[in-house]
Nanobody, 122 residues
């Protein structure tokens, strides 16, 4: 059974930073691209960042480019998202997702975790 468990969310002031983590189990982690998606209150799910199966190729939502960094550690079976220079518009629940292929796609994937709340407020 695929399991994805996110952690690292919290309350942070504008301009602050957080590092999200996702622990994966139940599938061959290094065979799949991974992504982070988010859902803000009363808004649709939004793809944020993706990474290929070896961590060589990454992609980002335009509004987070230069502020967020996605990475992975295949030996630890973990996915990360470094969030810097946070803005109030980044407030959302962030989900780790398993994608369908080795190369990332800009969609919600096949499985998601339970999410971790990120709140940016002064």
């Amino acid at each position: 059974e695929v399991q994805l468990v996110e952690s690292g969310g919290g309350l942070v002031q504008p301009g602050g930073s957080l590092r999200l983590s996702c622990a994966a189990s139940g599938f061959t982690f290094d065979n799949y691209a991974m992504a982070w998606v988010r859902q803000a209150p009363e808004k649709e799910l939004e793809w944020v960042a993706g990474i290929d199966w070896v961590g060589r190729d990454t992609g980002y939502l335009d509004s987070v480019k230069g502020r967020f960094t996605i990475s992975r550690d295949n030996r630890r079976r973990e996915l990360y998202l470094q969030l810097d220079n946070l803005e109030s518009e980044d407030t959302a629940i962030y989900f780790c997702t398993k994608l369908r292929y080795r190369y990332f796609t800009r969609d919600g994937g096949t499985h998601r975790g339970q999410g971790t709340q990120v709140t940016v407020s002064s």
